[in-house]
């Protein structure tokens, strides 16, 4: 057992975190110990969450014509990509028939996901609307992915009932200029900041495989930890056709899971939620997740491209023995 590791791993089951400095060394020791990181994450993750494995779904409110640039996104209108130009905004009975089927599957949590940089006043009217009748119809827990939002739009959003709101980092603020130039990091910072003082639980995380090193991943990681987020959605590149990333080499799936494991070390009692690219870029290796650290999944189909089912995801964590 490599001890760097289980030294680290003892303050954290202890009760501590680490500094800094201690997680630029857990990284240079993990480098050749894959085994031991995944050991330790998963003992972190048992302290912590136990047994429990969280479920979400998501439906797109509004999907496509996207006018800001993420380089890793099929909805962007700066690339040509197989979604189409013009926005696809769902009906009111499509949003409902998903959440009606996220309940009958057992998926306790329910998001609506909007394209975009910002909602406008009648988007926001509909999704208020949307969030009343699906929390008092359905029972599922709400969240929300508006864009940016103001103190004004997140009360409003709060009054009707939503619980959690969406907003990613996507990578460290040295990278971000590298992947989106339509918006700033600090306007990313903000939309969670104003979100947390409106008392939403934070679902903030980000996207890896898009080029960033080892430093940028620790960075967000440091940065989601300073904004007290306490789920980290984690995303992995699905390179889409005409994207800027589209030739971009995806990560192995033990480089992914190390990203997950010194995540758990990084951010002990957080929950972190494996969201798109799980079944690209895993493949086989889906199962191992939860061994390094990973207490939720999001499942059913992603915003652009396809996922699994809840039940065949259900069946994954019992076999592990693990609860949904
Ligand atoms: S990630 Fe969001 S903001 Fe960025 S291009 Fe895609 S839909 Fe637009």
């Given at each position: 057992?490599?001890?760097?590791?289980?030294?680290?791993?003892?303050?954290?089951?202890?009760?501590?975190?680490?500094?800094?400095?201690?997680?630029?060394?857990l990284a240079d020791a993990s480098t050749d110990a894959f085994d031991d990181l995944l050991y330790y994450a998963n003992r972190i993750r048992e302290k912590y969450f136990g047994n429990k494995i969280k479920l979400c779904s998501i439906v797109p409110g509004r999907l496509g014509g996207c006018s800001q640039d993420c380089a890793f996104c099929a909805q962007s209108l700066h690339y040509d990509t197989p979604v189409d130009k013009t926005p696809r905004v769902l009906s009111d009975e499509e949003i409902l028939a998903a959440a009606a089927d996220a309940k009958a599957k057992g998926v306790p949590n329910f998001g609506i996901v909007?394209?975009?940089k910002a909602i406008t006043e009648e988007e926001l009217q509909r999704i208020e609307r949307l969030i009343k009748t699906i929390t008092e119809d359905y029972g599922l827990g709400m969240c929300a992915s508006l864009g940016i939002i103001n103190a004004e739009q997140a009360k409003r959003l709060a009054d009707a009932g939503l619980k959690r709101y969406n907003h990613n980092l996507e990578t460290s603020e040295r990278h971000f200029a590298d992947i989106v130039t339509t918006h700033k990091y600090a306007d990313r910072v903000k939309t969670i900041e104003v979100a947390t003082k409106a008392g939403f639980g934070i679902c903030g995380g980000g996207i890896f495989g898009i080029g960033e090193t080892e430093t940028d991943r620790i960075d967000m990681a440091m940065e989601l930890r300073r904004l007290g987020v306490d789920t980290v959605p984690i995303n992995f590149l699905h390179p889409i056709e005409g994207t800027p990333l589209a030739n971009q080499k995806t990560l192995a799936p033990r480089q992914i899971l190390r990203i997950i494991a010194l995540y758990r070390f990084i951010l002990p009692k957080t929950s972190l939620k494996i969201a798109g690219g799980r079944v690209l870029n895993l493949r086989d290796m889906q199962s191992w997740i939860f061994k390094a650290g990973a207490t939720s999944i999001l499942t059913g189909n992603y915003l652009t491209t396809a996922g699994r089912s809840a039940e065949a995801d259900q069946q994954m964590i019992t076999d592990l023995g693990l609860e949904c």
């Open positions: 057992m490599n001890k760097t590791i289980q030294q680290l791993a003892d303050i954290i089951l202890n009760g501590g975190r680490l500094d800094r400095r201690q997680i630029d060394t909007y394209s975009g």
